[in-house]
């Protein structure tokens, strides 16, 4: 019940509101840095320009560091592909001669890939891409870019490019990178998935972002068609919505977020590379020679698949931009909605308590306040360790929730003061109030991984009968999401329990 609520209130969220605090977040970061800055891939709809970190590349650092990787992507040595020498001669045609002397364009289990042309050592460029082989939104047809509404994103101005290129065909001076892009069918991004696959992540935030990245690609799309229709020279007769979404999905699963140059952009041959996330290395753009550049964070032998990072992506986000997902993804995370009741007679100075405290709540398209809003908990690796356990803000807005008593909240405020301006830094006074609290969240949890688990048995239900290596990408990914959720419920409540056992406080 408190799911379906969740459902509802998360998906009336004024998502506006949040893109504008992280782009503002983004703008003041801008420009702090100077020289290299790391880049990560895929969308994240309405995240991902929050996800284009700034750091200054640690080129020192790289060339020291000597990862161990300890669930390594399948290393399969795949002959050539007949692009790669079609590539290979197209980016020397373009000036590109720096580019790949160390890689070579494969096949593995998982599409084309980079495997080492020869040893690489640690600390080495493996990769080097200039600017203008880079695809920015800027380098749509000028009649396009002067007939777009203002309003058109980065994600459907890069959609468009892929198109007018694929109209072009052969005769397109991109030819050899556009014909490489995953074919319909090909992608198995969440937003292709059909009703009953998505219903297997039914209580997920994956669910809900997957809802609302169609919904974007709706609008992107009723935006850009009056262009689509006005220039059949340049996309051809009629575009369809489903090539408007394929094309917008490429993008979401290929483009990077440029911090430097504040684009978006497609990197040919950057895009072969595949994703392990034990890995340390990043695309990273160097703003001096204006170039992307790889550097290795390991040793490989010739043959081996050579692989970067996207970022640290949990596995809700690898199924929606990329269409794929890892058992035991260390980054996995779980979203856990807990709202204030609408009877809950304090729910006013609760309200106003959160706010001034810098705890926002969610707010519906139609103005009013849902009361309640997600924090993410990711896996707490050490239960008795002193490590990380859930968020802080999770337990504060528990503590909120559990105040029976104005003077509570007073108390609460006045505590708040005294130290940094958040609620609740210190446990509750009375061990009683504490142990209420625990329980809240305990039984929060609990309940998720009830649900979550009933999901699992769906999922393994619906492939009855049908080996797990045969099992649908769509199978195979719920699985991973909802394991991951698990995985990450679980170790969290067990921190619970061990917290409030070692504070003596009776957790029911
Ligand atoms: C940037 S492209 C990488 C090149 C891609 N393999 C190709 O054939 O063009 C990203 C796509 O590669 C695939 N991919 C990358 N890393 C993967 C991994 N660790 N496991 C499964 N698929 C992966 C996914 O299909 C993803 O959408």
Known sequence: MQCRQYEEEKGKADLGKRVRKQKQKLLKQ??????????????????????????????????????????????????PVKEHSEFASWLHSRGEVDTCHALTVGMSNHGRTLFAARPIEVGEQVLRVSGDLMITPNK??????????????????????????QHLGQASQWAPYI???????????TVFWKKEELELVRFTSLHRETMQRRAVIGSEFASVLPVLQKCPHIFGERVLHSKFKQAYATV??????????????????????????????????????ACAEVIADKNYARGEQVVISYGRLPNTTLALDFGFTISCNP????????????????????LALLHAHGMPTVVHADGSDSGGNGFHLREVKSVTGRGKGIPHALRAFARVLCATTPQELSEMAAEAMKYDGRLARLPAKSRNKEAQVMNLLL??????????????????????????SAWKPSAIMASDVIAGEIRVLRSAAA??????????????
């Open 30 to 79: 801008k420009s702090k840095e100077k020289g290299k800055v790391h880049m990560e891939v895929g969308a994240g709809m309405w995240g991902r320009w929050s996800r284009v970190r700034c750091i200054p590349l640690p080129s020192a650092v790289c060339s020291s560091i000597r990862t161990h990787i300890a669930h390594p992507v399948p290393q399969v040595v795949g002959a």
């Open 140 to 165: 749509l047809p000028t009649e396009v870019k002067e007939l777009l509404p203002t309003g058109v994103t980065e994600w459907a101005r890069l959609a468009l490019f892929i198109l007018v290129e």
């Open 179 to 189: 014909n490489c892009l995953p074919t319909c069918g090909a992608l198995h991004s």
């Open 252 to 289: 979401c699963s290929r483009a990077w977020g440029i911090e430097a140059l504040q684009t978006l952009a497609l990197v040919p041959f950057v895009d072969f590379f595949n994703h392990d996330s034990n890995c340390r290395a990043l695309l990273s753009y160097d703003e001096e020679r």
């Open 331 to 350: 980054y996995d995370q779980v979203e856990v909605w807990m709202a204030l009741s609408h009877r809950d007679p304090l729910r006013k100075m609760k």
């Open 443 to 468: 039984a929060r949890l609990e309940s998720l991984i009830n649900q979550r688990s009933l999901a699992a048995l769906n999922i393994s239900e619906s492939c009855h009968g049908v080996k797990q």
């Open 495 to 508: 921190w619970l329990r061990h917290q409030t056992s070692s504070n003596c406080v009776s957790v029911g």
